[in-house]
């Protein structure tokens, strides 16, 4: 067995690109050399060993379950070596890497619980940071990417892709609907239809993320919702 897109899709979204253990929160892609020969540092350790002699082996999983989701905690290469030595066995048990998991995607979830939102602009203010970030990734190491393009069939250049587009773009893309949902009384009656194209963009984008429907079938993301909110 080994890990499945999906699973890797669902952790590396949850954990927002970023070191779950406690306290540390690294961010875990890095490009090097002006934007090329980028490189991904995140590690899905196992939360139960993968193999006998393990750290937190358990005989009795399935490979399925080993390799599953809820079998994996997305570390940093310092974090995931020290849960894993022999010597520490006892100290980082399962239930306690089970909590950190837990903790940090719990985290991530809720980051915007203590913003509030009274005027359009303050709304569309943080829609646009969002809005930025997923564009920034895009632009850089998108499929249409000069990165992309002077490089074609990279497989370092795709890798720090797909990794930005789980721990960026998707999270980003939660919080904007978090905010949509909270605050979508804000828009005139006149916009109400463009917000709904986004919010259909993202639930489909989130869909094909937990392997629901094929990518095929993702909403596309509807310019005029940019320009609603950045006032071009």
């Not at 669902?10 to 779950?20: E, H, K, P, Q, V």
Request: negative net charge.
């Amino acid at each position: 067995m080994a890990i499945s897109d999906k699973s890797i899709k669902i952790l590396w979204s949850n954990a927002a690109g970023r070191c779950s253990f406690s306290s540390c929160g690294e961010k875990l892609t890095v490009a090097e050399a002006a934007g090329y020969a980028p490189y991904t540092l995140g590690e899905m350790a196992h939360i139960k060993g993968n193999k006998p002699g393990s750290n937190r082996y358990d005989e009795n999983q399935t490979d399925k379950e080993r390799d599953s989701y809820e079998n994996l905690i997305l570390l940093c290469p310092t974090h995931h070596t020290l849960i894993d030595k022999a010597e520490n066995e006892e100290h980082y048990t399962v239930e306690m890497l089970h909590e950190m998991k837990v903790e940090h995607e719990t985290t991530v979830a809720n980051r915007l619980d203590r913003v509030k939102i009274e005027e359009v602009d303050q709304l569309k203010d943080q829609l646009s940071i969002l809005l930025a970030e997923n564009h920034q990734a895009w632009e850089q190491y998108g499929p249409l990417s000069d990165n992309a393009k002077k490089h074609p069939n990279n497989d370092a250049i795709y890798a720090l892709w797909t990794s930005s587009r789980l721990s960026i773009i998707v999270p980003n893309n939660r919080e904007a609907m978090k905010l949509l949902i909270e605050n979508r009384e804000l828009f005139l009656r006149s916009e109400q239809r463009i917000v709904s194209k986004f919010i259909s963009h993202v639930d489909s984008y989130e869909k094909w993320v937990r392997d629901e429907i094929p990518y095929q079938a993702v909403v596309g993301f509807p310019k005029e919702f940019e320009e609603l909110i950045l006032g071009r």
